[in-house]
């Protein structure tokens, strides 16, 4: 039985998963905004292992408050952390910490609950896994606009912050995690029928997400990866994963200067949230 934390699980990739795990005996704390729907899923799992926790991965004392929560929740330790809420709203949005919305909660909010939650993870040799997504591919990466406000676009502001998911769990296993038995990894999940892009949308961007994601596959066609990421004995040498196999990111992932950029970018704005 394996301790798994899953973020944005009561739709999509992360409630399918939440599931699954739950269903295989693990222990499973699923994290989301809505109380009511938490409350929804655990009354269904109530046979389970299963633990919800309310926050809003927007409002950074809320992320402190969940950290609490989770240190004393499981004092053994945590196997696997799965970063997977992710928001694609469709108009500019800015936190009450004054970063755009999607850079925050896509990117931020991950480098920092992976960063506080390493102690937890060191106890069990544990892994860090984000959900990520080929679309990171299209993105670019502007040094002098790194949040991406300028010419705002919701699905490029998206792929952005896929692209930064990637280099943050570069990053993290070059540096932060160079010395540890912790390892972090990122998932492309493929097309995915999943409402992330109807959530703080007009009508018309989430008829447009929902046409575009009709093809996809269903939540559960997508866990491959993460079962074999949480499952493999050994740590898996490489970093981007699709099916359940090793794939290629984008080339400019491999630029160094690209990742100390984000990378420090990243621990500035997280030390300007948490003085």
Not at 82 to 100: D, H, L, Q, R
Not at 198 to 222: C, D, I, Q, V, Y
Not at 239 to 254: E, G, H, V
């Amino acid at each position: 039985m394996k301790t798994i934390v899953i973020t944005g699980m009561t739709s999509g990739i992360g409630k399918a998963l939440f599931y699954d795990l739950a269903k295989k005996n693990n222990h499973v704390i699923g994290i989301a905004r809505s109380p009511e729907k938490l409350k929804a899923i655990k009354a269904e799992l109530n046979a389970y292992n299963v633990e919800t926790l309310t926050a809003d991965l927007s409002d950074f004392s809320s992320l402190e408050t969940l950290v609490q929560k989770l240190e004393k929740i499981i004092p053994s330790g945590l196997d696997v952390l799965v970063n997977n809420a992710a928001i694609v709203p469709s108009s500019k949005m800015t936190t009450n910490a004054g970063f755009e919305m999607q850079y925050q909660v896509n990117h931020l909010s991950v480098a920092y609950l992976s960063l506080s939650v390493l102690p937890l993870l060191d106890k069990k040799n544990g892994r860090i896994i984000t959900t990520a997504s080929n679309a990171h591919k299209r993105a670019k990466f502007d040094v002098h606009d790194l949040e991406a406000t300028k010419r705002y676009h919701p699905l490029r502001s998206y792929m952005r912050t896929k692209l930064y998911n990637i280099m943050l769990m570069f990053s993290l296993n070059e540096t932060t995690l160079k010395q540890t038995n912790i390892k972090a990894y990122a998932v492309h999940p493929g097309l995915v029928k999943t409402p992330i892009g109807t959530k703080h949308a007009s009508r018309m961007h989430a008829f447009f997400w929902r046409l575009f994601t009709k093809r996809g596959m269903h939540p559960n066609e997508a866990l491959s990866s993460y079962h074999y990421l949480i499952d493999a004995k050994t740590h898996p040498e490489n970093l981007y994963y699709y099916q359940a196999r090793a794939i290629k990111y984008a080339k400019l992932i491999d630029h160094q200067k690209n990742r100390d950029t984000l990378f420090q970018k990243t621990k500035d704005d997280l030390k300007t949230l948490t003085q």
